[in-house]
């Protein structure tokens, strides 16, 4: 069975633009969440979709958008990029349901110069 | 204050030893309870879930959830330099929508 992939691994990109990750779930998996991920502030809490819609939302900017679609599969867009936009951008997935465990992709790594 | 706290180390110990991995957290709701390991440049992996209170033990791994205290523990028998890596502690709850929290990490380094 197939892990949760990630696209593209690694980018680069200057302050100002906008950037678009996708996420592939495990196969029967409906909800992917997005993490963001820095040496100082671990672990934060992006959003989550659920059957195509977003079920919850972290402490993050409006330039910080997501979706979802009919297949599962996700993408998250960062707009106006900072140079503290540079982390690590983590998809997980589970079947959605309460307690159900989380399980993450590799991540995509965003460096903003 | 953050709803899961977490010692970010670094924590040094020699191969052999028992490892002990600690986090509180202060939201009485959560419920389900997990520790991912993550080595560098990699995705966390999970290693132990547990549902409520009490022990679960999986080979060397070890998970412990006292709600009463709101702490929970991974215990790391006979460690191995393998086992270096980063150790997020994670936990939810069954109400206020579908989210996990995670812990800031404890760095662990296995010295052979």
């Known amino acids: 069975k197939a892990g949760v992939t990630q696209t593209p691994r690694y980018l680069i990109k200057t302050r100002g633009q906008q950037v678009t990750l996708s996420c592939s779930p495990i196969s029967g998996h409906r909800s992917v969440s997005w993490y963001q991920q820095t040496p100082g502030q671990g672990l934060q809490f992006l959003f989550e979709y659920f059957s195509e819609t977003q079920r919850n939302k972290g402490n993050f900017p409006g330039r910080f958008s997501g979706r979802q679609f009919s297949n599962s599969r996700s993408e998250m867009n960062v707009s106006t990029l900072e140079l503290g936009d540079s982390a690590l951008y983590l998809c997980?997935?589970?079947?959605?349901?309460?307690?159900?465990?989380?399980?993450f992709g590799e991540g995509s790594w965003l460096t903003v110069v | 204050q953050k709803e899961v706290e977490q010692d970010p180390g670094p924590l040094s110990v020699p191969e052999g030893a028992i490892v002990s991995l600690n986090c509180t957290y202060s939201?009485?709701?959560?419920?389900?309870f997990m520790w991912y390991r993550q080595y560098s440049r990699k995705g966390p992996e999970l290693l132990m879930y547990?549902?409520?209170?009490g022990n679960k033990e999986d080979g060397r791994f070890t998970a412990q959830v006292d709600k009463s205290s709101k702490y929970i523990s991974l215990f790391i028998r006979d460690s191995q330099p393998s086992d270096s890596a980063t150790y997020l502690c994670?936990?939810?709850?069954?109400?206020?929508?579908?989210?996990?929290?995670f812990g800031a990490g404890t760095r662990l380094f296995v010295k052979a």
């Open positions: 994670a936990m939810s709850a069954n109400t206020g929508g579908f989210k996990t929290i």
């Open positions: 997980a997935s589970s079947l959605g349901e309460s307690g159900n465990t989380i399980y």
């Open positions: 547990t549902y409520s209170s």
């Open positions: 939201n009485s709701a959560f419920q389900y």
